[in-house]
């Protein structure tokens, strides 16, 4: 008994002292090498981009460190209203409720340019079809289109794929692909549309599957997978999605890459947007395959 | 002295951790009720009850979500029980000692595989061969989701069952023997009718398991929020309740309607599981009695 309790009182005062060390080391650290961390929450679509910068900024400023979390634009923007982080990512711009429940919660949304993108529309590599105008797509993806032979294509049933309803790509295509950009248009999604949880879902249904049919941002397409090139309607060319024809307005389903923070940002979040917004941050925007703001 | 007041505290501390357990369940059913109830009176039973879920866009149809758990559980339970039933019955009253203790362990390493492992291979070999051998358009569908639940709710019903069919006393399977009685006429005829209660609670808890799963079910059953009606909707995609807490939670501010809506799925998420844990309590309970009485 008396070997046991010397056993028990010696792990404990080592896993105690432990603590001690913890308490006296953080007392040592002088404020100037204090890390600071920016938090970076939202857009799967950005969040490949955003660790990059992240990476390479911390390269630059190691005493800075910048946590990057996936989860969907909506999420992002659910966190900077709830105030739980210093910048969120977004591929869709924030929604006139959402900006409401920002400032009922006393926080004010600044938007911030980082990036563009295009949304391909990606089919299997054995699919016949190379190009559809966006009406097309739009009926597709409402459901008004069932089968391939009704568009050029062979006897197959259309499965069409999708992002979940947190994701702003989702959001943005729902706006700009099946509604065309008209603001008053009610049509959804059909109901039969799988939602898949990860752009990643999405690419191996489309690579293994000929009746699929899906979409993602233009940095998540592999080469495993065709893309379609698509007019605005059937009497203008069609154009292939990349970093030209997005920048000369030409590829009809580009959009905005936004940070949001709230309200100015200020000291190291202030320079870190204003070092993604610059010519080096940028070179790291085309290499992920997607569209820089500024020519790098 | 010294003695009495520490039996007292130990005996209090007892109490305490065995009514925290009853408390726990409580507080939690009482937050989601708190956090769900909201629902009812922001969207109104009757929005509740149609058959369109579309979120973002206040389409708040519940029954495609119930629609698609109650079909892929069913699916689970008539792939998981025969398979796990035999197998019990193989385990405790066929195979010879040596095999069972090979057998049991490598069952309980089954159900130690985390479901979002068993969920990646289904999305990766499951569903592609679904695909080919039934001929069906996408492979992730209900069937998919069915098989993969039977899978993650195998390992508890063999336990379970198997347990109870061994606590059946020896004299049972003896005096079929001795009357004449061939092995499978003991098995089937004696020894699972006085299994009973043992197996149905296996049944039970292996059903319960698979209606709260959701990694394996959000990346394989394809979260099309199609209310699954006819018999071919098992080969559709199908959208479960825990798929759509998990994949829309992370997006909604705290306090909207989407977020009552989320916690009220919950809270008939809760009151199935816990109608099943009871149930197969009180079955289980019954059978000890029973034992009790034909034993003394």
Not at chain 1, 273 to 285: D, G, S, T
Request: charged fraction near 15%.
């Amino acid at each position: 008994m008396n070997k046991n309790q010397y056993i028990v009182f010696a792990l404990i005062f080592v896993l105690l002292s432990g603590c001690i060390k913890e308490t006296e080391s953080s007392t040592e650290i002088t404020p100037i090498n204090q890390i600071s961390t920016i938090s970076n929450i939202g857009s799967d679509t950005l969040v490949n981009l955003a660790l990059a910068w992240a990476e390479r900024y911390h390269e630059l400023y190691p005493d800075i460190e910048i946590s990057v979390t996936g989860g969907g634009s909506g999420t992002g923007i659910a966190a900077l209203i709830n105030s739980n982080v210093d910048i969120a990512n977004a591929s869709r711009s924030i929604k006139t409720e959402e900006i409401q429940q920002a400032e009922e919660n006393g926080v004010d949304p600044m938007e911030f340019i980082v990036a563009k993108d295009a949304i391909a529309i990606i089919v299997n590599l054995n699919n016949p079809i190379n190009q559809l105008t966006i009406q097309q797509i739009s009926d597709i993806y409402s459901g008004k289109i069932i089968n391939w032979s009704e568009i050029g294509g062979e006897d197959r049933e259309i499965v069409r794929l999708s992002r979940e309803t947190n994701s702003g790509t989702h959001v943005f295509f729902l706006d700009n692909v099946i509604r065309m950009g008209d603001s008053d248009n009610n049509t959804l999604f059909s109901s039969d549309t799988l939602l898949l949880p990860s752009s990643e879902g999405i690419t191996a249904e489309t690579r293994d599957n000929p009746n699929a049919i899906g979409y993602d941002g233009l940095g998540y397409v592999t080469p495993e997978v065709k893309v379609i090139a698509v007019a605005p309607d059937s009497s203008s060319p069609y154009i292939l999605p990349s970093a030209e024809s997005v920048n000369s307005d030409q590829y009809p389903i580009a959009r905005d890459l936004y940070m949001y923070t709230d309200s100015q940002p200020t000291g190291e979040i202030a320079e870190y947007i204003n070092w993604i917004m610059a010519p080096e941050a940028q070179a790291i925007v085309t290499q992920l395959g997607f569209v820089p703001i500024v020519k790098p | 002295m010294n003695k009495n007041w520490k039996e007292f505290f130990l005996n209090w501390l007892i109490k305490i951790s065995g009514y925290s357990a009853i408390i726990f369940v409580v507080l939690i059913f009482y937050f989601l009720l708190r956090e769900g109830l909201p629902a009812f009176s922001e969207v109104g039973i009757s929005d509740l009850l149609s058959t369109r879920w579309y979120p973002i866009e206040d389409y708040f149809g519940i029954l495609p979500l119930i629609g698609g758990t109650i079909i892929v559980t069913v699916g689970a339970g008539l792939f998981a029980v025969p398979i796990g039933l035999c197998t019990a019955i193989f385990i405790s009253e066929v195979s010879p000692r040596w095999a069972r203790d090979i057998l049991k362990p490598m069952v309980e390493a089954l159900g130690g595989i985390p479901s979002v492992v068993l969920g990646f291979l289904g999305i990766l070999i499951l569903t592609p061969y679904i695909r080919h051998l039934l001929d069906l358009p996408t492979g992730l569908s209900a069937l998919g989701g069915s098989i993969l639940l039977g899978i993650i709710a195998l390992p508890t019903i063999v336990s379970v069952a198997e347990d109870a069919l061994d606590s059946v006393p020896r004299t049972y399977r003896d005096g079929a023997l001795a009357l004449g009685a061939t092995e499978w006429q003991t098995i089937w005829r004696v020894t699972l009718p006085a299994a009973r209660s043992g197996v149905l609670t296996a049944i039970m808890l292996g059903i319960g398991r698979a209606i709260g799963e959701t990694m394996a079910v959000m990346m394989v059953t394809g979260n099309a929020a199609v209310l699954p009606v006819k018999i071919d909707s098992f080969f559709r995609p199908v959208r479960t309740m825990t798929a759509t807490i998990a994949a829309e939670m992370g997006e909604v501010a705290k306090g909207s309607t989407h977020y009552h809506v989320l916690f009220f799925i919950g809270v008939l998420l809760f009151a199935i599981s816990l109608g099943i844990n009871i149930a197969a309590s009180t079955a289980m309970f019954k059978q000890r009695k029973r034992a009790e009485r034909i034993l003394s």
